[in-house]
Structure formats: structure tokens, C-alpha cells
């Protein structure tokens, strides 16, 4: 079993719908961060959270400590949101693997018009 | 300007071959990465230099070696070329190696095909 689990892993949904993609973990954490990747390959950092909750326009992360999950919402969702979203976490501030990520196995999103 | 560039973007070629990826960062960052993507889009860290001190080595073969002149590059050298080495290979770069600051910007991958 990974370290960081996410589901749904494939989701499709139709323009305008709320989606929730998760992502639990089974490591301690310094902060999680969820990424993006578009059909063209490359990556892009969406947020970086350690607690509670994050907003980016239609973009609202949150997470629970104490639970060790986190949520990537997309609010209005919009064709130009397919992309695949991937959750990572960070070790433990001070920890010998400082920096080294682990992913979650990602989640596609398609929304269709 | 592109924050993480890396070259080529897409290189192909035969088994038993030599290669090597280029990556550099002009973000002023201490910290860079590379990382491996599967065919199914899994991420995996592969390396990462602090200031061009290797910090991170994961169980990678030794065909691939990571070499980093300055703190703003870091190349990969892939000996011996396998077929299982066809990926992409992403570079990243953060600020500090850690803590609460790390937010990681990544290149814009590397699709290596061995043939």
C-alpha cells in the first residue's frame, strides 16, 4: 500500500459540476502540496498547505491533520480544468529525507462541455 | 523567462547508448530534483543536490549519475541505455531542501525513449 493513496482515480465530469478529489496519507508531514498536470506534460504547484484551508480562485485545498487526509475541490468546473492532479507530501521538518516528496499515484480529471 | 528549463524535451534513442539531460533554474533556488514518471504517471524522487551537495539517493542504478557544475544546474547522465529507463524525466527546483518553504517548481519534463 502507498504511502499516499488518492481517489477517485479517474473522475469525469460535466462542466459546472463540484468535484472533490482526496488524498489520505499514512507518513508524518512537514506540508502537502497538490500539483497539476496538463495533457501537455508539465507540472505545476497548486498549493502548499500545512493546515486548514487554501483558496486560488476555483481552487480550495484543505487539510486534516489529525486525520491525515486532505481535499483538491474545483468549484464551477470548466473543460480547461482536465488535467491530471497529483498529491505529495513532505517529510517531517528536519528529518534525514528533508525535501524528498512522496506522491500519490494522481487522479485524471476530464470535464466535458 | 522559463523559472526551470530543461533539454531536450524529447530524446530518443537505441539500447546501450549514453545520454544526458540538462536542467537549469533561474528562480535564485538552493535546492533541485529530479524525478521519474512512469508510464503511469507515478512520481518518483530520484536525486536531489542542496548547493551542489547531494542530499538525496534514492535506489537508482548506478547507470544514472546526477552531476550539478553549480547550484543553478543539474545534469543526469544515463549510461547503457534500457529499454525500462523510457520515461519522463522531470527536474525541480525549491528554495530550501525543507521546511516550510519548499514549494517545488518543475521543469517542463524530458520524454527519454530507448529503443
Known amino acids: 500500500k502507498n504511502e499516499v493513496e488518492q481517489s477517485p482515480q479517474n473522475l469525469t465530469a460535466q462542466e459546472g459540476e463540484f468535484i472533490t478529489i482526496n488524498c489520505s496519507y499514512s507518513?508524518?508531514?512537514?506540508?502537502l502540496h497538490w500539483l497539476q498536470q496538463h495533457p501537455g506534460g508539465g507540472i505545476v504547484s497548486l498549493f502548499m498547505l500545512s493546515s486548514g484551508k487554501k483558496k486560488h480562485g476555483r481552487l480550495i485545498a484543505t487539510i486534516n491533520i489529525q486525520e491525515k487526509h486532505s481535499s483538491l475541490h474545483i468549484t464551477a468546473s470548466h473543460p480547461r480544468d482536465s488535467a491530471v492532479y497529483i498529491c505529495a507530501v513532505g517529510p517531517p521538518w528536519g528529518s534525514s529525507n528533508t525535501g524528498k516528496l512522496i506522491f500519490g499515484q494522481g487522479t485524471t480529471l476530464q470535464v466535458k462541455p | 523567462d522559463t523559472a526551470v528549463s530543461q533539454t531536450p524535451k524529447y530524446l530518443v534513442t537505441q539500447m546501450g547508448n549514453d545520454k544526458s539531460i540538462k536542467c537549469e533554474q533561474n528562480l535564485g533556488h538552493d535546492t533541485m530534483y529530479w524525478y521519474k514518471q512512469d508510464s503511469k504517471k507515478f512520481l518518483k524522487i530520484m536525486f536531489s543536490y542542496n548547493n551542489k551537495e547531494l542530499i538525496i539517493n534514492e535506489t537508482v542504478p548506478n547507470r544514472f549519475s546526477p552531476k550539478s557544475p553549480d547550484k543553478a544546474h543539474l545534469n543526469l547522465h544515463i549510461n547503457s541505455l534500457e529499454l525500462g529507463d523510457s520515461a519522463v524525466y522531470f527536474c525541480a527546483s525549491s528554495l530550501l531542501a525543507g521546511g516550510p518553504t519548499y514549494e517545488q517548481y518543475f521543469g517542463p519534463g524530458t520524454r527519454l525513449t530507448v529503443t
Open positions: 507518513v508524518g508531514i512537514s506540508a
